[in-house]
């Protein structure tokens, strides 16, 4: 059986290879194209990839204990490559810093307070799980603008993540014995 924080590193990993193949796909349009409305809840594939980094920044802030002053639909990053390196960092300093975390802080439950101001209480694990399937769903709405928009449509499954990664330790493997 599989640990809650190793089921969350390989999230957390996931979130990483995902964005990744999301951003090939994103690279083929131009820059009036990603930030055109395309009627998206944060109007364009750049304001919902935007996002993507402004929650990631909001959650892993109130799990340190140092909540962040952001709004959810705050603009940080106008420039395309500047955007894409802050989620990128962002995701991989998360990992890391999940993997520094005891077993025991994955079943803990954390006090925090919305961008609303109001106090909630969450089991750590079910954040977690938010962040993820949140990651998951900001990315589906930018693969379908941008696909609509002529970009190729990225294959972000999981399954495709796992084999992949799966692939890549037998080959290790085998270039380490051979």
């Known amino acids: 059986m599989i640990s809650w924080k190793n089921h969350f590193l390989y999230q957390a990993d996931y979130q990483h290879w995902a964005s990744d193949k999301l951003f090939e796909s994103l690279d083929k349009l131009s820059d009036?194209?990603?930030?055109r409305d395309e009627g998206l809840?944060?109007?364009?594939?750049?304001?919902?990839?935007?996002?993507?980094l402004v929650t990631n920044l909001l959650w892993w802030g109130r799990l340190r204990g140092e909540p962040q002053d952001l709004r959810p639909?705050?603009?940080?990053?106008e420039d395309w490559r500047e955007l894409k390196q802050a989620?990128?960092?962002?995701l991989r300093q998360t990992q890391h810093w999940l993997?520094?975390?005891p077993a025991d802080f994955f079943e803990g439950e954390l006090r925090y307070r919305t961008t609303s101001g109001k106090?909630?209480?969450?089991w750590v694990h079910d954040i977690l799980t938010h962040i993820a399937t949140d990651c998951a769903h900001q990315r589906g709405q930018a693969s379908a603008a941008a696909t609509r928009l002529g970009a190729p449509a990225p294959e972000m499954d999981y399954s495709y993540y796992r084999?992949?990664?799966q692939d890549s330790l037998a080959n290790a493997r085998v270039a380490a014995n051979g």
Do not use: P
């Open 119 to 122: 106090e909630h209480t969450l």
């Open 73 to 77: 639909d705050q603009q940080l990053h």
């Open 87 to 90: 989620l990128k960092q962002t």
């Open 163 to 165: 084999r992949e990664m």
């Open 41 to 52: 809840f944060f109007k364009s594939v750049h304001g919902t990839v935007n996002h993507l």
């Open 32 to 35: 009036e194209a990603r930030k």
């Open 99 to 101: 993997q520094a975390q």
